[in-house]
C-alpha cells in the first residue's frame, strides 16, 4: 500500500492467528491464544458461581511467520 513493503520497510505482526493470517502475502507473524485455557477458565468461574472479578493472564505463543523477518 502506498509503497510501503513489508518486511522490507516495516515489520507486520497481528494478535489473534487466524487462519488467514498464513495465507497473507507475506504471511503474518501473529500471537497466537490459548483458546482452551481461556474456555476452560470461564467455565471454571461460571460454575463456582463467583461474584468478585478475576484477573487472569494468559500467555500466548509468538508463530513467527515472513511479516516481520529481515
Known sequence: VNGVRIPQDIL????????ISEQ????????QLPYS???RLAVEYLCNQE???THVTLAGRLKV?????V
Not at 507486520?12 to 487462519?19: H, I, N, R, T
Not at 497473507?24 to 500471537?31: A, E, F, G, M, R
Open 51 to 53: 461474584d468478585a472479578a
Open 65 to 69: 511467520r515472513a511479516s516481520s523477518l
Open 24 to 31: 497473507l502475502t507475506p504471511p503474518l507473524t501473529s500471537i
Open 37 to 39: 485455557e481461556l474456555g
Open 12 to 19: 507486520l505482526a497481528g494478535y489473534d492467528d487466524q487462519k
